[in-house]
């Protein structure tokens, strides 16, 4: 089945039948990268994901539950705290913030090459001939993908930074706290705290502080902050189970040190 074949299939499902699949298809995602790179996987995983999930912000989908179509990215980038919460289950708060600036790192440097990309001068229609016609729109779509608005980037990337590091602060003082048990309080607890960070801190910077025209305080509150919270904490509720099943078994690189010790 053709690419093409599978988005038009796709698109004749329910949007929360799709949403289902992607929420499945991360978390099978990390845990694979996870059983077979160890803490590698999963930093891998958290660079694929700021990036994909700073693309797919670009399209807004309508689900049942909302009034007004929703941007997607939600899932995707939810799913960069299953990981970051595993790293510092299993590896220690230092590696868990490695991951957040390996996907900050990741996402700069994706930007910065794809400006570089555009920055070669587009071919006209008489350059092309028939046989290359196929490229003549790809400058203005990569343009719409990957020439991200400054105050989109900033708020994006504040946000990033200052709820990644709270969720593996407060992580950290839950473990503290319960040792190893309650895995389940340590999860959800920091998630759904840092993901109203994150929500809190894009929303002001990018529709009030940085915006041309600022919104009004209800839709900032009730749209573009509390909007989408309740899927983040769907998310971490669904991915508790994955990060309890990922505990269980030691990872290779962990494995190779138990084996060496």
């Given at each position: 089945?053709?690419p093409e074949a599978v988005v038009a299939w796709l698109n004749g499902l329910p949007p929360e039948a799709v949403l289902v699949g992607q929420i499945g298809g991360c978390f099978a995602g990390l845990?694979?990268?996870?059983?077979?790179?160890?803490?590698?996987?999963?930093?891998?995983?958290?660079?694929?994901?700021?990036?994909?999930?700073?693309?797919?912000?670009?399209?807004?989908?309508?689900?049942?539950?909302?009034?007004?179509?929703?941007?997607?990215?939600?899932?995707?980038?939810?799913?960069?705290?299953?990981?970051?919460?595993?790293?510092?289950?299993?590896?220690?708060?230092?590696?868990?913030?490695?991951?957040?600036?390996?996907?900050?790192?990741?996402?700069?440097?994706?930007?910065?090459?794809?400006?570089?990309?555009?920055?070669?001068?587009?071919?006209?229609?008489?350059?092309?001939?028939?046989?290359?016609?196929?490229?003549?729109?790809?400058?203005?779509?990569?343009?719409?993908?990957?020439?991200?608005?400054?105050?989109?980037?900033?708020?994006?990337?504040?946000?990033?930074?200052?709820?990644?590091?709270?969720?593996?602060?407060?992580?950290?003082?839950?473990?503290?706290?319960?040792?190893?048990?309650?895995?389940?309080?340590?999860?959800?607890?920091?998630?759904?705290?840092?993901?109203?960070?994150?929500?809190?801190?894009?929303?002001?910077?990018a529709w009030v502080v940085l915006a041309a025209e600022p919104i009004g305080w209800q839709p900032l509150v009730f749209t573009y902050i509390l909007g989408t919270y309740g899927l983040r904490v769907?998310?971490?509720?669904?991915?508790?189970?994955?990060?309890?099943?990922?505990?269980?078994?030691?990872?290779?690189?962990?494995?190779?040190?138990?084996?060496?010790?």
């Amino acid at each position: 089945m053709s690419p093409e074949a599978v988005v038009a299939w796709l698109n004749g499902l329910p949007p929360e039948a799709v949403l289902v699949g992607q929420i499945g298809g991360c978390f099978a995602g990390l845990l694979l990268l996870y059983r077979q790179f160890g803490a590698a996987g999963l930093y891998v995983f958290i660079a694929v994901a700021v990036i994909g999930a700073n693309v797919e912000v670009l399209k807004a989908v309508q689900f049942g539950l909302y009034s007004h179509p929703v941007a997607l990215g939600t899932v995707l980038f939810g799913s960069t705290y299953l990981a970051t919460d595993l790293l510092a289950e299993v590896y220690g708060p230092a590696a868990a913030r490695r991951g957040v600036f390996l996907g900050f790192a990741a996402f700069l440097l994706w930007t910065v090459l794809m400006v570089v990309a555009l920055g070669f001068r587009p071919l006209s229609p008489a350059e092309t001939g028939a046989e290359m016609a196929w490229a003549l729109p790809a400058h203005g779509h990569m343009a719409a993908l990957f020439l991200p608005a400054p105050a989109l980037l900033v708020a994006g990337m504040t946000a990033y930074f200052t709820s990644q590091l709270f969720d593996i602060w407060v992580y950290q003082r839950l473990r503290r706290a319960t040792g190893s048990r309650w895995l389940w309080l340590r999860n959800n607890g920091s998630t759904w705290a840092s993901g109203l960070i994150d929500n809190a801190v894009f929303s002001v910077l990018a529709w009030v502080v940085l915006a041309a025209e600022p919104i009004g305080w209800q839709p900032l509150v009730f749209t573009y902050i509390l909007g989408t919270y309740g899927l983040r904490v769907a998310v971490a509720l669904l991915d508790t189970p994955v990060l309890y099943l990922a505990r269980r078994r030691r990872p290779p690189d962990l494995a190779f040190a138990h084996a060496v010790g």
